[in-house]
């Protein structure tokens, strides 16, 4: 069972569809949308997307998103991950802390899978298959030794509000000032047409192409809370 309900993306392919996205926000947010609003393009990474829990600042589990409340419990999965801390400085006193994030296989750890693996029957078609496959195995050290890595996006709950954070900007620098990596690839719009601009830019997608980690395109979301 989930601390939080794990949520799905909803999916736009272009930019009148986005536009259109944005009305609707600002439609059913009428009292509370603010017109200095901004806006976080993070990159939607193609792994597989967990929930890990910590408490006392302690890390004590992690579960698959599953249907997004109840998920497969991968604990034992999880303490072979690379950039997972077992342990977080405190932020304020807070008993039970939630994050979200994204367990990955970086396109060289893929290849060097793939050059491991003897017959045909044993491959995975991309590094999200492999993933997957990985943390099902019983030998949860394979974890570590075939590569796999988590990128923490985001902050699902908290046993007590925290009031220093109001943006995305400031959940992730909290995220990596306690050793959380986050991704690299974060850009911030002023307004809806610079987040079409941007998700439509050619140099973008050269970018997404390039990445050390398979994209599955890109999230959008409002910077102030």
């Known amino acids: 069972q989930h601390t939080a309900t794990m949520g799905s993306l909803q999916n736009t392919y272009n930019g009148e569809d986005i536009i259109k996205r944005d009305e609707w926000v600002r439609r059913i947010q009428t009292k509370e949308w603010r017109p200095d609003r901004t806006f976080v393009i993070e990159p939607k990474l193609d792994g597989m997307s967990v929930e890990i829990v910590y408490e006392s600042w302690v890390f004590v589990r992690a579960v698959t998103r599953g249907d997004g409340d109840t998920g497969e419990d991968i604990t034992q999965h999880a303490l072979w991950l690379r950039w997972l801390p077992k342990r977080i400085d405190a932020l304020q006193d807070i008993e039970t802390v939630a994050l979200r994030g994204e367990i990955v296989m970086p396109r060289d750890a893929f290849t060097r899978l793939e050059g491991t693996l003897t017959t045909s029957w044993w491959a995975f078609a991309n590094p999200r298959n492999a993933t997957a496959g990985t943390l099902r195995q019983l030998d949860t050290s394979l974890v570590a030794t075939r590569g796999l890595e988590i990128v923490v996006y985001d902050l699902l709950f908290t046993s007590t509000p925290i009031e220093t954070i109001t943006t995305a ?35 973008t997608k050269q970018q997404a192409e390039a990445s050390r980690i398979e994209l599955d395109g890109l999230v959008i979301k409002i910077n102030e809370f």
Request: proline fraction near 0%; aromatic fraction near 18%; include cysteine.
């Open 169 to 203: 900007s400031e959940r992730f620098s909290a995220l990596q000032s306690r050793w959380f990596v986050v991704s690299d690839m974060i850009y911030y719009c002023k307004t809806i047409q610079e987040v079409v601009q941007f998700c439509l830019d050619e140099k």
